[in-house]
């Protein structure tokens, strides 16, 4: 898949009132390659499947990066960090309670006082605390 095929692949797989052409391009500035721009954009609709009305996915994720320390295209990572993680466990979550999990790393003491990149805070909160939900 290239670029332009992945933004075809947003823009058919989410509708104009889940994301906008804008918030499409935002992601795929902040998207380290096109597996983690895919993968948000996969997030991105099953989480239109399980909540059809109320916030939508992309604008719940961007309010929850705008409270954090850390950048979009760190939760972009963080994001794709957990999915990898759950996924060589066999497991899954909604979107909500993975982005509620990755806003607990950044919270917790682990973190202390320095800026610790965030996908080896959420590697080693899940190396020692596991998932539960």
Known sequence: ????????????????????????????????????????????????KERPVG??????????????????KDWLEGIYTFHTWLKKSERKTDFRKMLGYLQCCEESPEKKDTRVLFTDLITQMLEEHGYLG
Do not use: C, P
């Open 1 to 48: 898949m290239t670029w332009d095929e992945a933004i075809i692949f947003a823009r058919t797989t989410l509708n104009e009132k889940l994301i906008s052409d804008k918030e499409i391009h935002r992601l795929q500035e902040n998207s380290r390659d096109l597996d983690h721009f895919v993968l948000i954009i996969q997030l991105l609709y099953q989480d239109s």
């Open 55 to 72: 916030i939508s996915g992309i604008h719940y994720l961007f309010q929850t990066v705008d409270k954090s320390i850390y950048t979009l």
